[in-house]
């Protein structure tokens, strides 16, 4: 496990651009719908999702209940730039603000 700056190991939360974020072939969820060792694209692991999963129920619930902040949505980057450092930040708070640059 990895240790992320700031008081009490918090991690940094940030709002993403849904069009920046892929969904990961490498989510244990999905993994066993899919087949081993293949490149599959973001509509494969759409399909997977569909044919596996409640969304439906999920969606509603969203529209119902709105999103909850206390389950928030886990994002990893994908390539960070050669020299970035988690253990660079002091805080998470700028660690949040260098997230932030990247993202932009």
């Given at each position: 496990?990895?240790?992320?700056?700031?008081?009490?190991?918090?991690?940094?939360?940030?709002?993403?651009?849904?069009?920046?974020?892929?969904?990961?072939?490498?989510?244990?969820?999905?993994?066993?719908?899919?087949?081993?060792?293949?490149?599959?694209?973001?509509?494969?692991?759409?399909?997977?999702?569909?044919?596996?999963?409640?969304?439906?129920?999920?969606?509603?619930?969203?529209?119902?209940?709105?999103y909850f902040d206390e389950e928030p949505i886990i994002v990893?980057?994908?390539?960070?730039?050669?020299?970035?450092?988690?253990?660079?930040?002091?805080?998470?708070?700028?660690?949040?603000?260098?997230?932030?640059?990247?993202?932009?």
């Amino acid at each position: 496990m990895m240790d992320i700056a700031g008081k009490g190991n918090r991690r940094p939360l940030l709002d993403i651009n849904i069009d920046s974020i892929a969904l990961d072939r490498y989510n244990p969820r999905l993994i066993p719908y899919l087949p081993k060792d293949e490149k599959v694209s973001q509509e494969e692991l759409v399909r997977v999702l569909y044919d596996h999963f409640d969304l439906e129920n999920i969606g509603l619930s969203l529209v119902q209940n709105g999103y909850f902040d206390e389950e928030p949505i886990i994002v990893v980057p994908e390539n960070l730039p050669d020299g970035f450092r988690l253990d660079a930040y002091d805080d998470v708070d700028e660690l949040t603000d260098a997230y932030k640059k990247l993202i932009e």
